[in-house]
Nanobody, 113 residues
Framework: VQLQASGGGLVQAGGSLRLSCAAS????????MGWYRQAPGKQRELVGA???????YYADSVKGRFIISRDNAKNTVYLQMNSLKPEDTAVYYC????????WGQGTQVTVSS
């Protein structure tokens, strides 16, 4: 299984970015896809996740600002990030769990103040 993430970049505070992550390979149909992030000097943390049935989870720090969605036919997960803050700056990693864990390569998101 391979995960290909895209969509990171540099944005001013208050702006928006959309991340995408496409999974390919042999994937169990019942799974969860999500996004983690890791800022310099900090532990990797879960930002949001969505199951193949559509149930979602968000970290408290992003509730009301970020929206996670997925296209099951394309095995793709999206993270719409709105009202970005400098503290959202991190490398964002997509993740797929179907009994095993798979990780994407990470994409940098930088929010300037």
């Amino acid at each position: 299984v391979q995960l290909q993430a895209s969509g990171g970049g540099l944005v001013q505070a208050g702006g928006s970015l959309r991340l995408s992550c496409a999974a390919s390979g042999s994937i169990f149909s019942i799974n969860s896809m999500g996004w983690y992030r890791q800022a310099p000097g900090k532990q990797r943390e879960l930002v949001g996740a969505i199951t193949s049935a559509g149930s979602t989870y968000y970290a408290d720090s992003v509730k009301g600002r970020f929206i996670i969605s997925r296209d099951n036919a394309k095995n793709t997960v999206y993270l719409q990030m709105n009202s970005l803050k400098p503290e959202d700056t991190a490398v964002y990693y997509c993740n797929l769990r179907d009994g095993k864990y798979y990780w994407g390569q990470g994409t940098q998101v930088t929010v300037s103040s």
